[in-house]
């Protein structure tokens, strides 16, 4: 025996001790640990590698350098004689493994070898034997998880020469490790929102593409996501901030990986704050005329909507009222009109910049998520009720009517102002069509454009009313004025009513129905209270018996508000939100609740998914489920291709849901998504407004 084979059998002496510290559990062996090198001796000074090698019993596996949602990384602490140092170790492609319940993780199967660079001081003296120890700790999975560990030593002779060793599992474990230079390819990372998204060519022959992250400390990171487009692959992953990994692509011969930095510009709004992950739209030029053309139309259309119906016989009785007025006055009325919806939009714009100017969210009608907010414009449709009803009238102190007479030359015209804001108030809780991606683009764009594009779909939906006020001879058409007004103005009141009880509705959903209780026993009192003011308020009542009138009018009003408001609907808690069960009614379709982590895991599973994203106060979201969604033929159609239907409510304020809407781009409600079964990376968005033969046409899509 020559020298060279007594060193290989010391190396598979070695080996053999390196199975006595085998990981057994119920007596069979998980995991074999060992130490080899990649030389026969260590040579004073000159570096040489060692690995840890693993072998795990079938359908067991251990972990990557990052072991994705689950797991632990293997871990090797080396106690090393003196002047000896270890590099980190080189970690080889892992294999993406996903688990039951949406689980991603990396990690090797099989049979694994983790490198390390060990460097050997240079005053070593030949012919001394030298100990490495480490202290190897890992945990190996399947379908349990058990932690192992062992303690292994691997002895070499100090030579001035030696001669490589283990070079088949080195080489094979060297071929595995990604490499540190630029892939071959060139990768274009761009980022929107959130979500990176990295478009590459890849070489002929290509039969597969990987990216195995390595998120930094505290970096959250989501399931890279991977599809082949046309002669390369798009990659999307979610997180924040660059993100280093290796992408790894695999052929016929095996698979190569490299490590690459994955970084793209931020938008300014998702990197300075961590809840916003809005889009940012292009804001080239034609962009935004797009946008502008978009808020207009979307104006004109938003007159039509189930929201704003309520006042439009307002506006029809206003103009009808004109109809024997002059020219003169029937367009001052409609520019006062227009300037209420103007003042409005703007005013929202407003608030909205404020909103984002200060880190928070802004989204389309968020005011009706505040069952205060929806209180008052209860107790403020309520008194507008009882005045067309005849029980109070809004009279100005003289000195204010003469001054506001000689200001305007003529009474009422404020009215038109206020009717204009009223409906607009209104309808804001409404999207139609080519409103939502109008409004999705104004929420992403500064202050300036921001208020354009309002600007815009106020020119659009007051644009009806300038038209008729500015035609006299579409206002002939019109009925002319006479007694008959006076009833007709009485029947409006109930419209308004017929508004009141959507207003509680939503304020039922939102606090519970004894919140309707409270708040209807306050607009009962206010209703006294405005009666005894129309009464005091007559022209033969002065003096004291109208200031006593006034002020158990206001006691009235103070002392409902302090008992209903702030002693019982204050504290009434909140209804249950989208996070909460969500009752079958009758027959109809079986929502289940909004979650992303279920909407996740169904898209992970496989399984086409529905998702209506909805709100109490939303009458367009009511129309379109009453009229298109849960009807017969929907609901037959959704059993029948197992399509799993996800309701997400928005009545109440929900950060999740309003993340979810803006992966969209989208503001507001409503808003329809559906996901075929196994294309999670192309789901189908369904218009604001909907048809039966619509719906039914996008879910025959889902298989």
Known sequence: MNFRAALAGLFLFVTALGAAHAQVYQGRTLVEPALI???????????????LRLKMAPEWHTYWEYAGDAGIPTQIKWDLPPGFGAGPIEWPLPEAILEPGDIQVYAY??????????????NLGPGASVTLRANASWLVCAEICIPGKAALSLDLPVATQAEPANVEAFAQAAKRLPSPEAPPFEILWTRSGGTLTGSFPVPEGTTGVDFFPLPGKDQEVGHAKIEKAGEGYILRIDTKGDLRGVIAVKNSTGERGWWVTASAPSAPAASENPESEIR???SSLSALLAALFSGFLGGIILNLMPCVLPVISLKIFGFVRQAGSSHRSIALHGFAFAAGIFAWFLALGLVIVGIKATGAQATWAFQFQNPWFNLGIATLVFAFALNLFGVFE???PGRATSALSEASGREGYGGSFFQGVFATLLATPCTGPFLGSSLGFAFTQPAPITLLLFASIATGMALPYLALSLQPGWVRFLPKPGAWMERLKQFMGFPLLAALLWLLYIIGGQRGPRAII???AFLLVLGLALWIYGL?????????ARAMGLLVALALVGGAGWLFLGQYFANEKLAPAAGAAIEKNGDGIPWQPYSKAAVDKLLAEGKPVFIDFTADWCLSCKFNERTAIDVPAVRRKIAELGIVPIKADWTNANPEITAALQRFDRVGVPFYVL?????SDAPITLPELLTESLVLDALSRAK
């Open 37 to 51: 090198a990649d030389t026969t001796a260590i040579v004073p000074g000159k570096p040489f590698r060692v690995g």
């Open 109 to 122: 199967g099989g049979e694994i070898l983790l490198l390390q660079t060990i460097q050997p001081p240079a």
């Open 280 to 282: 940012n739209p292009k």
């Open 394 to 396: 809004l009279t100005l």
């Open 518 to 520: 409270w708040a209807a």
């Open 536 to 544: 005091v308020s007559a022209p033969h009542i002065r003096g004291r």
């Open 675 to 679: 996901y075929p079964a196994g294309k």
